[in-house]
């Protein structure tokens, strides 16, 4: 590889080298807190809604770098009333979370519709959401309970959100889910392996040898390591079934589906898009219908976790969503970005997050740090992409 | 002899790659209207520039010279403060704010830090009324008509103190009622002493105001004509100067004409500006196009071709259709949907590439299979390694150069970019092509390639509908055209029957008659 290729390369990847290199800082600075196990588990239960909202958010953005401001209002109010559901009225945990799932279809369709085809943009169609969800869900909790908040949620409810695959005391060494890591692991290389070997027999360019190599290396170990630690803390997060399960599928539909690239090209040149026959509006109708129902599923991990419905749930979590896609390198005017990406900003935000909070950062102090963390890392996206032309 | 006013001597422009004023001179008489008038691209607009000090001096060579003094402007400002003023072809009005305001835009009335309102609408009144508008100045522009706002540009012109007015292209958005109120407004500001220069393609217009037109083509002055005659200058007269140049080996021959049935029938189609619903940008067009032929559509910008294109396209543009359109002889009632479009195997290659024909942040692979992703993929899921296959064929038949059919189209000459688009849509596998501007903006020998595709289209059965603003190309490619003036179609003829003449006779046949 010549001195081209590694910067390219190195250009490519810079929000993961700025990853590794932030947890390394952490790592030091914690004298390695962030590296032991329940660091781990809490990183991906922490971080759980940051990476479904980001890919339901990473989708609205496509479309034009519009965005979703009333998530994490809504995160609120469909919190309170799955309290009612479960607490109050002692509803089944299945039929609770269809009634919710229901709810926030409803939500998605109106606003996709007032989006897509009345033609609201997007930031004031969501800003009546935000404005009026907390207030409506605060209220629902108060007239419920005296406390304002509504808990505990039933047990089988947190196990499917926020219980653990495999279960074994902590410290335990646990066996399947290091074997489960190790067939992951495996299989990720032999993905990356077969997908050269097809290329190469059709013809096309392909990695080369090294270059798949450390690709499937790189993403071995990782998942390796992080399955090595979560063994050693009682099994897998039922969260990080659900993460990578959603990561897993919108990877798939952003890069391999006609839909996916129908989202890319409506951000990258609507009117194109229009005059080659692609459907913009039910693309913006399905990128706010879609939003909506992922909402739903963040807010059942984060009251799994909190095991309560309050009134500060959900607060700026919209924030966190688009800090992550764009941390992640997301476009800011649509068409560009990538699930991969914002799993890599969202990260970033989590490890910072954590690594704060692990030396007792002052909370306004880490306020402080996270906006100028977004605010670095647009400069450096935006200064890196200048350089190319 | 009347003083003279103006005086632009020897003026060269040049932009990167293009030489597009060469040595033109131009003098203009106090007190005379003057027209400017040339094929598109000829550099009118340009030569308006430089005068008005869009190109500041330096940028350019050659002596504005203006009431005897040599000027030297290096912005709008200062040409402006001399009396010289320009009414652009787009109206640059806010539509939100009243008249007045818009009028002193800019040039504010009043103290250094407040705007005298009293002063300003009753200012602003005194010369609408001088172009004979009755509207208040305290009205909003939004709420009167095109023509209304022509004339309130004007009255801001005059607001400025305008001695020597430059109106460019004023009657184009404008019906011929209108038209003819702004030509007589000049005519009746001629009498009062005021100087003009008035651009246009309509010919009718400059034999009607003009006292002496100056005709520029390819960026050169090739005459100026007295219209002080007792007779007024023939328009033929004028278009021998606009299209003097002769045609040399531009197109590619094609060899053994195939022309089959009748594929693709237009009856009596009309269409309605989607903002102004009650001008028609379409008028009772009929047309046919038969497999392998190529139809070429002439007409001036503005002409309604697009418009025409664009409604046959799905009604992809417009409102209020209305006529027939006919598949292989069948009625097709199409619905409002570019994808209805495509499945009836017609494609709409835009005239600009780059606002809505290609996704410029995308790779060429993307945009090849933009129109027809389902040809590449199965149940949605798009088969990167066809995709690659098929961006790779087309990279080769059409001869885009690039290192890779991953590199952006952003980064792609203006040729490259046009070929990746046609390419986009002969993957689309189409019948019926709908060519907006197929060359526009492209260097000759790209334009030569472009024509071999057109040409091999028509020859592989496909019928192409080549729309152009250039006479040449239309007479060069085309086996029949149809010509387009003002909404309608005001002539047909055989590409043996066409010559430059007689195309913009039937143009100008049409202005006179209606």
């Known amino acids: 590889m010549d001195k081209k290729q590694i910067s390219a390369v190195l250009k490519k990847n810079a929000m993961l080298i700025v990853l590794v290199l932030v947890y390394l800082f952490f790592l030091i600075l914690t004298k390695g807190g962030i590296f032991k196990p329940s660091s781990f588990t809490e990183l991906i239960n922490q971080n759980a809604y940051v990476y479904i909202l980001g890919a339901g958010m990473l989708m609205c953005m496509l479309t034009g770098g519009n965005i979703d401001l009333s998530c994490g209002a809504f995160v609120c109010l469909l919190g309170a009333f799955g309290g009612v559901f479960m607490i109050v009225q002692g509803l089944g945990t299945g039929v609770s979370i269809l009634l919710l799932m229901l709810i926030g279809i409803v939500y998605g369709v109106i606003l996709g519709y007032l989006i897509a085809y009345v033609h609201i943009p997007p930031w004031i169609a969501t800003l009546a959401g935000y404005l009026a969800f907390r207030g409506w869900g605060t209220s629902i909790l108060s007239s419920n309970s005296k406390t304002g908040s509504l808990a505990p949620f039933p047990v089988d409810f947190q196990n499917i959100f926020y219980g653990r695959v495999f279960q074994t005391e902590k410290g335990v060494f646990n066996v399947p889910c290091f074997v489960f890591g190790l067939a992951m692991a495996a299989l990720v290389a032999l993905i990356v392996f077969m997908t050269r070997k097809n290329r190469l027999r059709k013809g096309y360019e392909a990695d080369s040898m090294q270059a798949a190599a450390i690709k499937s290396g790189l993403g071995a170990a990782v998942i390796i390591l992080v399955m090595t630690k979560l063994s050693f803390d009682g099994g897998i997060p039922t969260t990080l079934l659900w993460v990578a399960g959603i990561v897993l599928v919108y990877s798939f539909i952003t890069s391999k589906t006609t839909i996916g690239r129908h989202f890319y090209v409506v951000g990258g040149n609507m009117e194109a898009a229009r005059l080659s026959g692609v459907n913009t509006r039910r693309i913006m109708f399905l990128a706010y219908l879609n939003m909506a129902v992922l909402t739903a599923i963040a807010t059942f991990t984060v009251i799994a976790r909190s095991q309560s419905a309050y009134a500060d749930v959900g607060k700026n979590f919209e924030m966190d969503a688009i800090s992550a896609c764009v941390v992640g390198g997301v476009s800011a005017s649509g068409g560009a970005g990538s699930v991969l990406g914002m799993v890599i900003g969202a990260t970033l935000i989590g490890v910072i997050n954590l690594g704060m909070s692990l030396i007792s950062l002052d909370a306004n102090y880490q306020r402080v740090v996270k906006g100028f963390v977004l605010l670095a890392a647009v400069v450096f996206d935006i200064l890196s992409k200048k350089r190319e032309k | 002899m009347a003083k003279i006013l103006l005086e632009m001597k020897n003026i060269t422009k040049t932009f990167p790659g293009v030489k597009a004023l060469d040595n033109v001179n131009l003098q203009v008489e106090e007190g005379e209207i003057h027209a400017l008038v040339g094929e598109n691209g000829a550099g009118k607009s340009t030569l308006m520039n430089v005068l008005s000090g869009i190109y500041p001096y330096g940028t350019y060579e050659g002596d504005i010279i203006y009431n005897g003094q040599v000027c030297k402007f290096t912005n709008i400002k200062d040409s402006e403060k001399l009396g010289i003023v320009i009414i652009h072809q787009e109206l640059a009005l806010v539509p939100e704010m009243t008249i007045g305001e818009n009028m002193y835009l800019g040039n504010e009335c009043g103290h250094k830090y407040a705007i005298n309102w009293n002063k300003t609408y009753s200012e602003a009144d005194k010369y609408l009324k001088m172009v004979g508008l009755e509207e208040s100045s305290k009205v909003q522009v939004k709420t009167i008509g095109t023509g209304k706002q022509q004339l309130v540009e004007i009255a801001k012109a005059l607001a400025k103190k305008a001695k020597l007015l430059i109106l460019d292209e004023p009657t184009s958005s404008l019906n011929e009622e209108d038209s003819r109120a702004l030509l007589d407004l000049m005519l009746s500001f001629k009498k009062q002493g005021m100087t003009m220069i008035i651009i246009t393609h309509k010919l009718n ?92 559509i002439y007409g001036l910008m503005g002409a309604g071709r697009t418009e025409l294109a664009m409604s046959i396209f799905g009604q992809s543009y417009g409102v209020n259709f209305s006529g027939e359109l006919k598949l292989d002889g069948k009625p097709v009632k199409m619905r409002k949907s570019e994808a209805d479009a495509i499945k009836h195997k017609i494609a709409y290659v835009t005239e600009d590439r780059k606002g809505n024909g290609l996704v410029l942040s995308q790779s060429i692979k993307v945009n090849t299979s933009l129109a027809n992703l389902k040809a590449i993929s199965s149940n949605t899921v798009i088969d990167g390694d066809k995709e690659y296959a098929v961006a790779e064929e087309y990279r080769d038949k059409l001869k885009i150069k690039t290192p890779s059919v991953e590199q952006l189209v952003g980064n792609l000459s203006g040729g490259n970019q046009q070929k990746v688009l046609l390419a986009k849509w002969m993957f689309a596998e189409p019948d019926i092509l709908l060519l907006d501007e197929p060359t526009r903006g492209i260097d000759v020998g790209a334009k030569y390639e472009i024509y071999c595709i057109i040409n091999d289209l028509a020859a592989a059965g496909k019928c192409v509908v080549l729309i152009s603003s250039e006479l040449p190309e239309v007479l060069g490619m085309s086996d029949r055209i149809y010509i387009m003036n003002e909404a309608k179609f005001v002539g047909e003829m055989k590409a043996e029957e066409a010559t430059q003449e007689n195309i913009m006779a039937a143009i100008l046949r049409s202005g006179r008659g209606a």
């Open chain 2, 205 to 296: 217009e400059v034999s009607y105001v003009a006292d002496k037109i100056t005709v520029i083509r390819d960026g050169a002055t090739i005459e100026t004509i007295d219209n002080h005659g007792k007779e007024p200058v023939s328009e033929e007269r004028i278009i021998k100067g606009m299209v003097g140049r002769e045609i040399t080996n531009r197109f590619p021959k094609r060899e053994n004409v195939k022309v089959g049935p009748v594929r693709m029938e237009v009856n009596h189609w009309t269409v309605h500006h989607p903002l102004y619903p009650e001008r028609k940008v379409v008028d009772d067009v009929s047309m046919y196009v038969r497999q392998g032929e190529v139809v070429g």
